[in-house]
């Protein structure tokens, strides 16, 4: 079988991604065709200051203007390389020139310097395909969606609308085809029946109609958010739709941060991404750094493509 | 060194306490000197029904009216027996007669059966000491207590203020001796500078303030939550201060479920109890019952005796 072609969006060159993308090469070149767009000159100054060189079938679509790599810094060209390099992967990927799209991390401060006005991948995804995306985080052992993300704690349970919820669960469907998604609670014990907070009473409205719609138990709860990811029932579960944010990173995290990507669900094409940021902290300083995640995004992209 | 007597109240003896006090005595009487409180004929009857036998060496502090058992059942005999345990077992601690009370699960419903107008053990020893305890659960590699409890979700921000928090912050740090305590943010990313809520600068203010009292930096924070269980971030601390259940439970659990207790701080006496309820569904059945948590919870009991 010919091997998928994949868009890897090297992200900022300054930071950490061009030293985990050079030491993974070797493995995911076993596993699929991977394209990274970058600026080369910029890529081949990373390699020689990792004290390595580009392999030789690293194959490399050059974007951009050249500039020098400065080692863990905020800095104008690369961010605006790593946007280019976002969207000519977009590009590729809805022309189907290429499988799915891998990102490594951007820096944000670096984007706005650059003058660029979306924040980050996700929101450029959205913009490109003018449609909301699902991001989903996690690993093969625990998936986690969130129905709320980069809001006040407080205003969360404004969210909670039976019609709203039904639509989010359902697009999550369609994009995982898992056959049980659990959905969390909103409050303590959920609820203990309305002793703290009723809320609930909506959230188990939605499941309710949800699996109607389906004609078939997809969806399992609400369940008790401190007991829903516990060893125990996370043998019944992998796949998990938290209400806020720190509902489902805290314990994704907890559990499973060095291995967890991120992936970007509900749009025209498939974008998985690592779960980590630039670490410029740590950039070209030693070999210890993870890919764990990078390697996990690649696999998990491969798989999705094969699914589609 | 004599060892220290520990009141051990057995709780509902209708669920799993008694085979796991059976289960770990022979391991606790080598490190305390266990008073089991609880009626004896009944728990004779317990030992009966598990096919052993209550050894020798096991004291017990008769207590109650007889009764029989009845196998993972809603019982207000049973619910009375182990409400007047409890009391007797603060009462020899208050005396000082034992040195802690290690408290096994009782059924809340079975209390409620027997008119016992308190809810459970933390509420009986509040209302017995007329003292607002502070609940820390853990074990020894994480340990979490939380600023609010049984509220809904939405209603939490409405309690950060600087001097409760400042208040709930000290006695913390009096009742544990902890020279690093992690203090968690309420919002997303800690609010990103006010974008997603502002209620860290709150903590921030409480956390400063709290540090000047002390005259050394003993709180950190406020932490991004769903960083501050990482594994990484769990090297730099042991002891956290969740802002709300979830928070706290959600990642307590996920990583330390079976081993966790709960300690009951800011009262005149120590107690430690098993983290886990009276499992009626288990009840009798089998011999496959942890008993981590009661073996955790008899240890921190002694530990605290003997540092007071």
């Excluded at 090297?10 to 993308?21: E, F, H, K, V, Y």
Aim: charged fraction near 25%; glycine fraction near 6%.
């Amino acid at each position: 079988m010919k091997k998928n072609k994949i868009a890897i969006s090297l992200g900022d060159l300054n930071g950490i991604s061009p030293q985990i993308a050079l030491k993974a090469h070797k493995k995911i070149i076993k596993w699929c065709q991977p394209i990274y767009i970058t600026n080369r000159f910029a890529f081949k100054n990373s390699a020689k200051l990792l004290g390595t060189k580009i392999p030789k079938n690293l194959k490399i679509i050059n974007i951009g203007k050249n500039f020098k790599i400065k080692k863990g810094k905020v800095c104008p060209l690369s961010g605006k390389i790593s946007y280019q390099s976002f969207i000519k992967a977009i590009k590729l990927t809805k022309k189907n020139r290429t499988k799915a799209v891998v990102t490594l991390p951007i820096n944000k401060e670096s984007w706005n310097k650059a003058g660029i006005t979306q924040k980050g991948h996700t929101d450029t995804l959205e913009s490109f395909f003018k449609q909301k995306a699902i991001m989903m985080i996690g690993c093969p052992q625990l998936f986690g969606a969130f129905f709320t993300h980069h809001i006040p704690l407080k205003d969360v349970a404004s969210h909670i609308k039976t019609q709203k919820l039904k639509k989010f669960f359902l697009a999550f469907y369609r994009n995982t085809k898992q056959n049980k998604i659990a959905i969390l609670a909103l409050n303590p014990h959920a609820g203990d029946n309305g002793v703290m907070g009723d809320e609930e009473k909506i959230i188990t409205k939605a499941i309710k109609k949800s699996n109607e719609k389906l004609k078939k138990e997809i969806f399992f709860g609400p369940l008790v958010p401190d007991t829903a990811f516990t060893k125990q029932n996370r043998k019944n579960f992998t796949y998990f739709i938290a209400i806020y944010h720190d509902q489902g990173l805290i314990p994704l995290k907890a559990l499973y941060f060095e291995e967890s990507i991120n992936v970007s669900l509900n749009l025209p094409i498939i974008r998985t991404s690592v779960d980590h940021g630039t670490a410029f902290d740590k950039a070209y300083k030693n070999n210890n750094i993870s890919i764990k995640s990078y390697l996990n995004a690649v696999k998990d992209a491969i798989s999705r493509a094969n699914q589609k």
